[in-house]
């Protein structure tokens, strides 16, 4: 079956504009997460939706930052006023529940010049 | 503080050549240690998990071990294929939350014919 999907798979902007990154999950998986991995560094978690529950936000880095979820399936994580440093891999999973293996999607290279 | 700590940083192995990739975590009350393998350009593909302690799966090549500090991925008789980076990451975080994954920075396998 189709995995996760990320669009779009590479994406180079301007200091200070604005991004939309979307993430496609598993059909019928009702978790979804979002991470950055940058380079040398591990994977970091960003945040976490399950079903209609309030959402975890714990690891967005900055106010810069926000990510929603429609209908339960498709989301998109946005960056404003973005900064050299966000540059990275953002990579979206999903998952049966929250306590399931996270399956991942190829991830989104954001380059910030 | 949760961490997750991966050794090597980078293994060259010739084919056929059996070793260990060691992950030592310091998570307390673990729930679950993945491990994922990830390709270049791509997203982290799911492999194991391990709950308890003296568990061991095992996947074609592979076999994941797990002790109360440390998990092996044992890799018999490599191949190129297997040439990869391999993640370990474990859910931290208090609350009983067990979605919100710490990675460790990975190990590069290189498998040289």
């Known amino acids: 079956g189709a995995g996760v999907s990320q669009s779009p798979s590479n994406k180079v902007t301007e200091k200070g504009k604005d991004v939309e990154l979307r993430c496609d999950p598993i059909?019928?998986?009702?978790?979804l997460y979002w991470y950055r991995q940058s380079l040398g560094q591990g994977l970091e978690f960003l945040i976490y939706f399950q079903g209609n529950s309030a959402p975890d936000k714990s690891g967005l880095p900055s106010d810069r930052f926000s990510a929603e979820r429609t209908g339960g399936s498709v989301s998109t994580l946005t960056i404003q006023r973005t900064q050299q440093e966000d540059s990275a891999v953002y990579l979206c999973?999903?998952?049966?529940?929250?306590?399931?293996?996270?399956?991942f999607g190829d991830g989104t290279r954001l380059s910030i010049l | 503080e949760d961490q997750v700590t991966q050794s090597p940083e980078a293994l060259r192995l010739q084919e056929g050549e059996s070793s260990s990739l060691n992950c030592s975590y310091t998570?307390?009350?673990?729930?679950?240690l993945f491990w994922y393998r990830q390709d270049p350009g791509k997203g982290p593909e799911f492999l194991f998990t391990?709950?308890?302690a003296g568990e061991e799966k095992e996947k074609e090549r592979l076999k994941a071990t797990l002790t109360k500090k440390e998990s092996f991925l044992h890799i018999t008789a490599p191949k190129p294929e297997d040439s990869a980076t391999y993640l370990c990451?474990?859910?931290f975080g208090g609350g009983g939350s067990n979605y919100k994954l710490t990675f460790g920075k990975g190990t590069l396998l290189t498998v040289n014919p």
């Open positions: 391990l709950y308890s």
């Open positions: 999973a999903s998952s049966f529940t929250g306590a399931q293996p996270q399956h």
């Open positions: 998570v307390s009350g673990l729930r679950g």
């Open positions: 990451a474990a859910p």
């Open positions: 059909s019928g998986h009702t978790a």
